[in-house]
Protein backbone atom coordinates (compact mmCIF):
# COMPACT_ATOMS: atom_id res chain seq x y z
CA UNK A 1 0.00 0.00 0.00
CA UNK A 2 1.28 3.52 -0.62
CA UNK A 3 2.47 5.99 2.24
CA UNK A 4 -0.72 8.05 0.99
CA UNK A 5 -3.16 5.62 0.74
CA UNK A 6 -2.47 4.34 4.10
CA UNK A 7 -2.16 7.75 5.56
CA UNK A 8 -5.80 8.33 4.85
CA UNK A 9 -6.98 4.87 6.05
CA UNK A 10 -9.45 6.95 8.70
CA UNK A 11 -12.37 8.68 7.24
CA UNK A 12 -12.25 12.58 7.83
CA UNK A 13 -16.08 12.67 9.03
CA UNK A 14 -16.51 9.29 11.05
CA UNK A 15 -17.26 6.09 9.80
CA UNK A 16 -20.78 3.59 9.41
CA UNK A 17 -21.25 1.67 12.42
CA UNK A 18 -20.91 -1.37 10.87
CA UNK A 19 -21.60 -3.32 7.40
CA UNK A 20 -25.18 -3.36 7.75
CA UNK A 21 -25.05 0.93 8.11
CA UNK A 22 -23.46 1.23 5.40
CA UNK A 23 -25.70 -1.06 3.23
CA UNK A 24 -28.71 0.69 4.87
CA UNK A 25 -27.10 4.15 3.60
CA UNK A 26 -26.73 2.97 0.34
CA UNK A 27 -30.17 1.48 0.12
CA UNK A 28 -31.72 4.44 2.01
CA UNK A 29 -29.74 6.53 -0.94
CA UNK A 30 -30.80 3.88 -4.02
CA UNK A 31 -34.28 3.51 -2.90
CA UNK A 32 -36.59 6.72 -3.41
CA UNK A 33 -38.47 8.33 -6.08
CA UNK A 34 -36.23 6.54 -8.77
CA UNK A 35 -38.07 2.84 -7.75
CA UNK A 36 -41.60 4.02 -6.89
CA UNK A 37 -42.17 7.66 -9.42
CA UNK A 38 -39.93 7.52 -12.43
CA UNK A 39 -39.47 3.78 -13.12
CA UNK A 40 -42.94 3.32 -13.76
CA UNK A 41 -43.41 6.33 -16.18
CA UNK A 42 -40.64 5.83 -17.99
CA UNK A 43 -41.70 1.98 -18.72
CA UNK A 44 -45.02 3.25 -19.51
CA UNK A 45 -43.82 5.46 -21.91
CA UNK A 46 -41.61 3.49 -23.52
CA UNK A 47 -43.85 0.29 -24.07
CA UNK A 48 -43.05 -2.00 -21.12
CA UNK A 49 -40.70 -5.53 -21.50
CA UNK A 50 -38.15 -4.21 -23.86
CA UNK A 51 -37.84 -1.44 -21.79
CA UNK A 52 -37.56 -3.30 -18.94
CA UNK A 53 -35.46 -6.01 -19.65
CA UNK A 54 -33.18 -3.69 -21.26
CA UNK A 55 -32.89 -1.85 -17.86
CA UNK A 56 -32.30 -4.91 -15.89
CA UNK A 57 -29.30 -6.05 -18.12
CA UNK A 58 -28.10 -2.40 -17.70
CA UNK A 59 -28.56 -2.27 -13.90
CA UNK A 60 -26.80 -6.03 -13.41
CA UNK A 61 -24.11 -5.02 -16.07
CA UNK A 62 -22.77 -1.82 -15.92
CA UNK A 63 -24.77 -0.14 -12.55
CA UNK A 64 -23.36 -2.85 -10.25
CA UNK A 65 -20.00 -2.69 -11.48
CA UNK A 66 -19.86 1.12 -11.27
CA UNK A 67 -21.11 1.21 -7.83
CA UNK A 68 -18.23 -1.08 -6.97
CA UNK A 69 -15.99 1.21 -8.52
CA UNK A 70 -17.19 4.30 -6.58
CA UNK A 71 -17.16 2.42 -3.56
CA UNK A 72 -13.64 1.51 -3.81
CA UNK A 73 -12.52 4.69 -5.17
CA UNK A 74 -14.14 6.57 -2.44
CA UNK A 75 -12.81 4.34 -0.04
CA UNK A 76 -9.57 5.15 -0.58
CA UNK A 77 -9.80 8.74 -1.00
CA UNK A 78 -11.74 9.19 1.80
CA UNK A 79 -12.58 12.62 0.78
CA UNK A 80 -15.40 14.59 -1.17
CA UNK A 81 -15.54 13.47 -5.04
CA UNK A 82 -13.38 15.94 -6.32
CA UNK A 83 -10.73 15.98 -3.40
CA UNK A 84 -10.84 11.68 -4.01
CA UNK A 85 -10.70 11.52 -7.58
CA UNK A 86 -7.54 14.80 -7.43
CA UNK A 87 -5.88 12.73 -5.58
CA UNK A 88 -6.20 8.96 -6.60
CA UNK A 89 -5.51 10.87 -10.20
CA UNK A 90 -2.06 12.25 -8.94
CA UNK A 91 -1.37 8.61 -6.89
CA UNK A 92 -2.11 6.60 -9.93
CA UNK A 93 -1.05 9.00 -12.87
CA UNK A 94 0.45 12.40 -11.65
CA UNK A 95 -2.42 14.16 -13.19
CA UNK A 96 -4.69 16.02 -11.11
CA UNK A 97 -7.54 15.99 -14.29
CA UNK A 98 -9.80 13.56 -12.58
CA UNK A 99 -10.95 15.96 -10.37
CA UNK A 100 -13.19 17.04 -12.87
CA UNK A 101 -15.15 14.20 -13.44
CA UNK A 102 -15.80 14.78 -9.13
CA UNK A 103 -17.03 18.66 -10.11
CA UNK A 104 -19.06 17.02 -12.47
CA UNK A 105 -21.04 14.36 -10.14
CA UNK A 106 -21.03 17.97 -7.60
CA UNK A 107 -22.52 19.58 -10.73
CA UNK A 108 -25.26 16.90 -11.34
CA UNK A 109 -26.14 16.72 -7.88
CA UNK A 110 -27.37 20.23 -7.49
CA UNK A 111 -29.47 19.55 -10.67
CA UNK A 112 -31.26 16.32 -9.65
CA UNK A 113 -32.09 17.22 -6.58
CA UNK A 114 -33.64 20.81 -7.79
CA UNK A 115 -36.40 18.69 -9.11
CA UNK A 116 -36.47 15.43 -6.92
CA UNK A 117 -37.44 18.06 -4.13
CA UNK A 118 -40.18 19.26 -6.13
CA UNK A 119 -41.49 15.61 -6.73
CA UNK A 120 -40.77 14.84 -3.07
CA UNK A 121 -42.97 17.70 -2.29
CA UNK A 122 -46.02 16.36 -4.42
CA UNK A 123 -45.87 12.81 -1.97
CA UNK A 124 -45.89 15.38 0.87
CA UNK A 125 -49.06 17.33 -0.23
CA UNK A 126 -50.10 13.71 -0.58
CA UNK A 127 -50.11 12.83 2.33
CA UNK A 128 -52.62 15.88 3.08
CA UNK A 129 -54.75 14.59 0.23
CA UNK A 130 -55.22 11.07 1.48
CA UNK A 131 -55.96 11.98 5.25
CA UNK A 132 -58.59 14.01 4.09
CA UNK A 133 -60.46 11.10 2.26
CA UNK A 134 -59.96 12.61 -1.14
CA UNK A 135 -59.51 9.36 -3.07
CA UNK A 136 -62.11 7.22 -1.05
CA UNK A 137 -63.96 5.92 -4.19
CA UNK A 138 -62.61 8.14 -6.69
CA UNK A 139 -62.92 7.47 -10.29
CA UNK A 140 -60.21 8.21 -12.90
CA UNK A 141 -61.43 11.78 -13.94
CA UNK A 142 -61.60 12.63 -10.11
CA UNK A 143 -57.84 11.54 -9.36
CA UNK A 144 -56.57 13.13 -12.43
CA UNK A 145 -57.88 16.10 -11.53
CA UNK A 146 -56.60 16.48 -7.93
CA UNK A 147 -53.52 15.62 -9.58
CA UNK A 148 -53.80 18.47 -11.88
CA UNK A 149 -54.71 20.83 -9.14
CA UNK A 150 -51.80 20.16 -6.78
CA UNK A 151 -48.73 19.51 -9.16
CA UNK A 152 -50.31 22.66 -11.43
CA UNK A 153 -50.46 24.94 -8.20
CA UNK A 154 -47.09 26.62 -7.75
CA UNK A 155 -47.74 28.38 -4.25
CA UNK A 156 -48.56 24.73 -2.88
CA UNK A 157 -45.92 22.82 -4.37
CA UNK A 158 -43.81 25.94 -3.85
CA UNK A 159 -44.37 25.14 -0.23
CA UNK A 160 -44.02 21.76 0.05
CA UNK A 161 -40.98 21.52 -1.81
CA UNK A 162 -39.38 24.44 0.82
CA UNK A 163 -40.54 22.23 3.69
CA UNK A 164 -38.77 18.84 2.12
CA UNK A 165 -35.57 21.22 1.65
CA UNK A 166 -35.77 22.59 4.80
CA UNK A 167 -36.17 19.00 6.11
CA UNK A 168 -33.07 18.04 4.15
CA UNK A 169 -30.63 20.51 4.98
CA UNK A 170 -31.24 19.77 8.60
CA UNK A 171 -30.25 16.42 8.36
CA UNK A 172 -27.40 17.34 6.80
CA UNK A 173 -26.04 19.71 9.26
CA UNK A 174 -26.45 16.95 11.73
CA UNK A 175 -23.83 14.74 9.55
CA UNK A 176 -25.00 11.80 7.78
CA UNK A 177 -24.27 9.31 10.24
CA UNK A 178 -26.81 10.08 12.61
CA UNK A 179 -30.23 8.75 12.29
CA UNK A 180 -29.33 7.72 8.64
CA UNK A 181 -28.96 4.25 9.40
CA UNK A 182 -31.94 4.19 12.12
CA UNK A 183 -34.72 5.76 9.55
CA UNK A 184 -33.71 3.29 6.74
CA UNK A 185 -33.83 0.26 8.94
CA UNK A 186 -37.19 0.93 10.14
CA UNK A 187 -38.60 2.61 6.53
CA UNK A 188 -37.77 0.02 3.94
CA UNK A 189 -39.73 -3.00 5.55
CA UNK A 190 -42.52 -0.57 5.73
CA UNK A 191 -42.14 0.21 2.25
CA UNK A 192 -42.11 -2.98 1.31
CA UNK A 193 -45.12 -4.35 3.20
CA UNK A 194 -47.02 -1.60 1.93
CA UNK A 195 -45.99 -2.14 -1.96
CA UNK A 196 -46.88 -6.28 -0.93
CA UNK A 197 -50.35 -4.84 0.48
CA UNK A 198 -50.55 -3.03 -2.65
CA UNK A 199 -49.44 -6.40 -4.85
CA UNK A 200 -52.33 -7.83 -3.20
CA UNK A 201 -54.83 -5.50 -4.71
CA UNK A 202 -53.57 -5.39 -8.05
CA UNK A 203 -53.75 -8.81 -8.23
CA UNK A 204 -57.46 -8.70 -7.60
CA UNK A 205 -58.07 -5.82 -10.00
CA UNK A 206 -58.81 -8.05 -12.93
CA UNK A 207 -56.27 -6.60 -15.40
CA UNK A 208 -52.96 -8.29 -13.21
CA UNK A 209 -52.10 -10.81 -16.27
CA UNK A 210 -52.05 -7.49 -18.72
CA UNK A 211 -50.01 -5.80 -16.42
CA UNK A 212 -47.50 -8.36 -16.00
CA UNK A 213 -47.51 -8.78 -20.16
CA UNK A 214 -46.82 -5.14 -20.26
CA UNK A 215 -43.66 -5.12 -18.12
CA UNK A 216 -42.46 -8.37 -19.00
CA UNK A 217 -42.97 -9.20 -22.73
CA UNK A 218 -40.14 -7.80 -24.66
CA UNK A 219 -41.67 -6.11 -27.74
CA UNK A 220 -38.68 -4.74 -28.82
CA UNK A 221 -40.32 -2.87 -32.14
CA UNK A 222 -41.42 -0.55 -29.39
CA UNK A 223 -38.44 0.20 -28.22
CA UNK A 224 -36.15 3.63 -29.92
CA UNK A 225 -32.94 4.59 -29.46
CA UNK A 226 -34.10 7.24 -26.88
CA UNK A 227 -35.96 4.71 -25.13
CA UNK A 228 -32.87 2.73 -24.96
CA UNK A 229 -30.53 6.23 -23.46
CA UNK A 230 -33.88 6.55 -20.72
CA UNK A 231 -33.10 2.83 -19.63
CA UNK A 232 -29.39 3.56 -19.45
CA UNK A 233 -29.89 7.05 -17.65
CA UNK A 234 -33.24 5.04 -14.89
CA UNK A 235 -30.51 2.52 -14.52
CA UNK A 236 -28.06 4.96 -12.85
CA UNK A 237 -30.65 7.45 -11.46
CA UNK A 238 -32.15 4.24 -9.45
CA UNK A 239 -28.83 3.29 -8.33
CA UNK A 240 -27.35 6.76 -7.44
CA UNK A 241 -24.70 6.11 -9.55
CA UNK A 242 -22.80 7.81 -11.66
CA UNK A 243 -22.47 11.25 -9.54
CA UNK A 244 -20.07 10.44 -6.01
CA UNK A 245 -22.93 9.86 -4.27
CA UNK A 246 -21.70 6.48 -3.62
CA UNK A 247 -18.69 7.11 -3.79
CA UNK A 248 -19.08 9.73 -0.62
CA UNK A 249 -20.49 7.22 1.32
CA UNK A 250 -17.78 4.72 0.51
CA UNK A 251 -15.47 7.10 2.00
CA UNK A 252 -17.44 6.50 5.25
CA UNK A 253 -17.09 2.54 4.79
CA UNK A 254 -14.67 1.11 7.05
CA UNK A 255 -11.40 -1.00 6.04
CA UNK A 256 -13.48 -4.34 6.73
CA UNK A 257 -16.10 -4.62 4.44
CA UNK A 258 -16.53 -6.52 2.20
CA UNK A 259 -17.33 -4.06 -1.12
CA UNK A 260 -19.02 -6.75 -3.63
CA UNK A 261 -21.45 -8.04 -1.37
CA UNK A 262 -22.55 -4.65 0.09
CA UNK A 263 -23.37 -3.57 -3.49
CA UNK A 264 -24.65 -6.83 -4.62
CA UNK A 265 -27.30 -6.47 -1.79
CA UNK A 266 -27.73 -2.96 -1.97
CA UNK A 267 -28.52 -3.87 -6.51
CA UNK A 268 -30.98 -6.51 -5.46
CA UNK A 269 -32.83 -4.40 -2.97
CA UNK A 270 -33.16 -1.27 -5.57
CA UNK A 271 -34.60 -3.53 -8.40
CA UNK A 272 -36.78 -6.03 -6.29
CA UNK A 273 -38.82 -2.46 -5.53
CA UNK A 274 -38.85 -1.12 -9.05
CA UNK A 275 -40.45 -4.22 -10.08
CA UNK A 276 -42.86 -4.36 -7.21
CA UNK A 277 -44.08 -0.91 -7.51
CA UNK A 278 -44.50 -1.66 -11.69
CA UNK A 279 -46.14 -5.25 -10.67
CA UNK A 280 -48.64 -2.71 -8.57
CA UNK A 281 -49.06 -0.02 -10.96
CA UNK A 282 -49.74 -1.74 -14.23
CA UNK A 283 -52.59 -3.64 -13.26
CA UNK A 284 -54.38 -0.40 -11.72
CA UNK A 285 -53.21 1.41 -14.63
CA UNK A 286 -54.94 -1.29 -17.25
CA UNK A 287 -57.97 -1.50 -14.83
CA UNK A 288 -58.83 1.68 -14.74
CA UNK A 289 -58.16 2.41 -18.77
CA UNK A 290 -55.68 5.07 -17.65
CA UNK A 291 -52.79 5.62 -19.94
CA UNK A 292 -49.35 3.89 -19.06
CA UNK A 293 -47.16 6.87 -21.09
CA UNK A 294 -49.53 9.37 -18.88
CA UNK A 295 -45.90 10.75 -17.63
CA UNK A 296 -44.59 11.87 -14.57
CA UNK A 297 -48.32 11.71 -12.63
CA UNK A 298 -48.69 8.38 -13.86
CA UNK A 299 -47.75 6.98 -10.23
CA UNK A 300 -49.87 9.83 -8.67
CA UNK A 301 -52.94 9.03 -10.60
CA UNK A 302 -52.95 5.20 -10.52
CA UNK A 303 -52.13 4.25 -6.85
CA UNK A 304 -55.12 6.60 -5.53
CA UNK A 305 -57.40 4.41 -7.30
CA UNK A 306 -56.32 1.76 -6.05
CA UNK A 307 -56.58 3.22 -1.93
CA UNK A 308 -59.73 4.47 -2.27
CA UNK A 309 -61.40 0.88 -3.47
CA UNK A 310 -59.75 -1.32 -1.27
CA UNK A 311 -60.81 -1.13 2.61
CA UNK A 312 -58.53 0.64 5.30
CA UNK A 313 -57.09 2.91 2.43
CA UNK A 314 -57.13 5.79 3.92
CA UNK A 315 -54.43 4.52 6.41
CA UNK A 316 -52.96 2.73 3.95
CA UNK A 317 -52.54 5.26 1.81
CA UNK A 318 -51.49 8.33 4.33
CA UNK A 319 -48.97 5.85 5.20
CA UNK A 320 -47.73 4.77 2.05
CA UNK A 321 -46.98 8.39 0.57
CA UNK A 322 -45.34 8.80 4.55
CA UNK A 323 -42.81 6.09 3.67
CA UNK A 324 -42.56 7.25 0.04
CA UNK A 325 -41.25 10.93 1.57
CA UNK A 326 -38.79 9.18 3.84
CA UNK A 327 -37.29 7.37 1.36
CA UNK A 328 -37.04 10.42 -0.56
CA UNK A 329 -35.20 11.70 2.22
CA UNK A 330 -32.80 9.34 2.42
CA UNK A 331 -31.73 9.72 -1.05
CA UNK A 332 -31.99 13.93 -1.06
CA UNK A 333 -29.73 14.05 1.64
CA UNK A 334 -27.06 11.55 -0.37
CA UNK A 335 -27.66 13.86 -3.13
CA UNK A 336 -26.87 16.79 -1.58
CA UNK A 337 -23.46 15.28 1.01
CA UNK A 338 -21.21 15.23 -1.82
CA UNK A 339 -20.84 18.54 -2.47
CA UNK A 340 -21.46 19.66 1.51
CA UNK A 341 -18.01 17.36 1.90
CA UNK A 342 -16.45 19.06 -0.86
CA UNK A 343 -17.07 23.23 0.68
CA UNK A 344 -16.46 21.85 4.33
CA UNK A 345 -13.02 20.04 3.32
CA UNK A 346 -11.57 22.42 0.23
CA UNK A 347 -13.30 25.79 1.35
CA UNK A 348 -13.06 24.90 5.33
CA UNK A 349 -16.43 25.80 5.69
CA UNK A 350 -18.07 24.41 8.74
CA UNK A 351 -21.10 22.08 7.69
CA UNK A 352 -23.98 23.89 8.67
CA UNK A 353 -22.77 26.99 6.53
CA UNK A 354 -21.98 24.24 3.49
CA UNK A 355 -25.58 22.90 4.02
CA UNK A 356 -27.36 26.03 4.30
CA UNK A 357 -25.60 27.73 0.82
CA UNK A 358 -25.89 24.31 -0.84
CA UNK A 359 -29.15 23.23 0.10
CA UNK A 360 -30.67 27.25 -0.67
CA UNK A 361 -28.91 27.20 -3.86
CA UNK A 362 -31.12 23.89 -5.00
CA UNK A 363 -34.06 25.54 -3.32
CA UNK A 364 -34.03 28.34 -5.47
CA UNK A 365 -33.08 26.43 -8.55
CA UNK A 366 -36.21 24.29 -7.70
CA UNK A 367 -38.65 26.46 -8.53
CA UNK A 368 -38.56 26.27 -12.11
CA UNK A 369 -39.24 23.21 -11.69
CA UNK A 370 -42.53 24.20 -9.75
CA UNK A 371 -43.14 26.76 -12.52
CA UNK A 372 -42.62 23.83 -15.52
CA UNK A 373 -45.46 21.97 -14.09
CA UNK A 374 -47.39 25.26 -13.72
CA UNK A 375 -47.38 28.41 -15.83
CA UNK A 376 -44.78 27.51 -17.62
CA UNK A 377 -45.86 23.97 -18.42
CA UNK A 378 -45.88 24.90 -21.77
CA UNK A 379 -42.56 26.70 -22.63
CA UNK A 380 -40.48 24.16 -24.13
CA UNK A 381 -37.13 24.26 -25.95
CA UNK A 382 -34.63 21.47 -26.72
CA UNK A 383 -36.34 18.61 -24.96
CA UNK A 384 -39.10 20.02 -23.76
CA UNK A 385 -39.99 22.17 -20.33
CA UNK A 386 -37.26 23.04 -17.97
CA UNK A 387 -37.81 19.61 -16.15
CA UNK A 388 -37.55 18.06 -19.23
CA UNK A 389 -34.52 19.41 -20.17
CA UNK A 390 -32.67 19.52 -16.58
CA UNK A 391 -33.72 15.89 -16.08
CA UNK A 392 -32.95 14.47 -19.07
CA UNK A 393 -29.12 16.41 -19.29
CA UNK A 394 -28.46 15.16 -15.51
CA UNK A 395 -30.32 11.50 -15.78
CA UNK A 396 -29.56 10.13 -19.31
CA UNK A 397 -26.03 12.24 -20.01
CA UNK A 398 -24.11 13.57 -17.05
CA UNK A 399 -24.85 10.31 -14.91
CA UNK A 400 -23.95 8.25 -18.04
CA UNK A 401 -20.70 10.26 -18.61
CA UNK A 402 -20.07 10.48 -15.07
CA UNK A 403 -20.52 6.47 -14.03
CA UNK A 404 -18.26 5.74 -17.46
CA UNK A 405 -15.32 8.44 -16.46
CA UNK A 406 -15.37 6.23 -13.06
CA UNK A 407 -15.73 3.26 -14.42
CA UNK A 408 -13.09 3.59 -16.88
CA UNK A 409 -10.82 5.37 -13.84
CA UNK A 410 -11.13 1.96 -11.64
CA UNK A 411 -10.75 -0.56 -14.70
CA UNK A 412 -7.97 0.84 -16.72
CA UNK A 413 -6.05 3.79 -14.90
CA UNK A 414 -5.84 2.53 -11.40
CA UNK A 415 -3.27 -0.16 -11.12
CA UNK A 416 -4.47 -3.64 -10.81
CA UNK A 417 -2.97 -3.58 -6.96
CA UNK A 418 -4.59 -0.88 -5.83
CA UNK A 419 -7.86 -1.72 -6.79
CA UNK A 420 -7.31 -5.28 -5.51
CA UNK A 421 -6.01 -4.14 -2.36
CA UNK A 422 -9.71 -2.66 -1.57
CA UNK A 423 -11.76 -4.96 -3.72
CA UNK A 424 -9.97 -8.02 -1.61
CA UNK A 425 -8.78 -10.14 -4.15
CA UNK A 426 -9.07 -13.25 -1.74
CA UNK A 427 -12.56 -13.18 -2.95
CA UNK A 428 -11.33 -14.45 -6.41
CA UNK A 429 -13.66 -14.79 -9.04
CA UNK A 430 -15.56 -11.86 -7.69
CA UNK A 431 -12.85 -9.57 -8.09
CA UNK A 432 -12.26 -10.99 -11.83
CA UNK A 433 -15.68 -10.32 -12.79
CA UNK A 434 -15.72 -6.99 -11.61
CA UNK A 435 -12.64 -5.94 -13.13
CA UNK A 436 -13.20 -7.83 -16.92
CA UNK A 437 -16.79 -5.55 -16.48
CA UNK A 438 -15.40 -2.89 -15.19
CA UNK A 439 -12.60 -3.03 -18.58
CA UNK A 440 -14.84 -4.34 -20.93
CA UNK A 441 -18.91 -4.76 -20.28
CA UNK A 442 -19.82 -1.13 -18.58
CA UNK A 443 -17.78 1.28 -20.61
CA UNK A 444 -18.66 -0.60 -24.21
CA UNK A 445 -22.22 -0.78 -23.38
CA UNK A 446 -22.47 2.89 -21.81
CA UNK A 447 -20.12 4.67 -24.96
CA UNK A 448 -22.79 2.30 -27.57
CA UNK A 449 -25.76 3.21 -25.73
CA UNK A 450 -24.79 6.90 -26.10
CA UNK A 451 -23.36 6.82 -29.55
CA UNK A 452 -26.46 4.98 -30.55
CA UNK A 453 -28.97 7.58 -28.75
CA UNK A 454 -27.02 11.10 -31.08
CA UNK A 455 -27.22 8.64 -34.37
CA UNK A 456 -23.52 8.45 -34.36
CA UNK A 457 -23.97 4.53 -34.30
N1 LIG B 1 -31.45 6.71 -6.44
C1 LIG B 1 -32.36 7.73 -6.03
C2 LIG B 1 -33.76 7.26 -6.35
O1 LIG B 1 -33.93 6.29 -7.04
C3 LIG B 1 -32.05 9.06 -6.64
C4 LIG B 1 -30.60 9.45 -6.59
C5 LIG B 1 -29.89 9.64 -7.77
C6 LIG B 1 -29.94 9.60 -5.38
C7 LIG B 1 -28.54 9.98 -7.75
C8 LIG B 1 -28.60 9.93 -5.34
C9 LIG B 1 -27.90 10.10 -6.53
O2 LIG B 1 -34.72 7.86 -5.97
Redesign the pocket.
Known sequence: MSERAAERRRSLHGEWTSRLGFILALAG???????IW?FPYLAGENGGGAFVLLYLLFVFGIGLPIMMSEVLVGRRGRRNPVTTMRLLGEEETGKSAWRFVGGLGVVT?FL?LSF?SVIAGWTVAYVFESASGAFRNAGAETVESIFQSISGNELATGAWHTLFMVVTIGVVVLGVEQGLERAVRFMMPLLIALLLVLLGYAMTSGSFIEGVVFLFEPRFDELTAEGALDALGQAF????VG?G?VMMYGAYLSEKESIPRSCAWVVAMDTSVALLAGLVIFPIVFANGLDPAAGPGLVFQSLPLAFGQMAGGVVFAVLFFIVLMFA?WT?AI??MEPAVAYFMETRGWTRPKAALLVGVTIWLLGFLTVMSFGAWSDVTFWNGTWFDNIDYLSNNVF?PLGGLAIVVFAGWVMARNSTAEELDPSAGRGYRIWRWTARYVAPIAVALVLLNAVGIF
Request: hydrophobic fraction near 50%.
Open positions: SAVGLGNRGIYFSLSMAASSLL
